[in-house]
């Protein structure tokens, strides 16, 4: 249940990220 938690709040950030076009999404990913 703890992964569908962290996807809810990963979903509508990593699409903010995208809808501003920073490249940090790849580099938080890596950094987790």
Known sequence: ???N???A???PFLN???KE???VSVY???GI
């Open 1 to 3: 249940m703890s992964q």
């Open 5 to 7: 938690k962290g996807q």
């Open 9 to 11: 709040l990963q979903d």
């Open 16 to 18: 903010l990220l995208r």
């Open 21 to 23: 076009h920073v490249p």
């Open 28 to 30: 938080l990913v890596n």
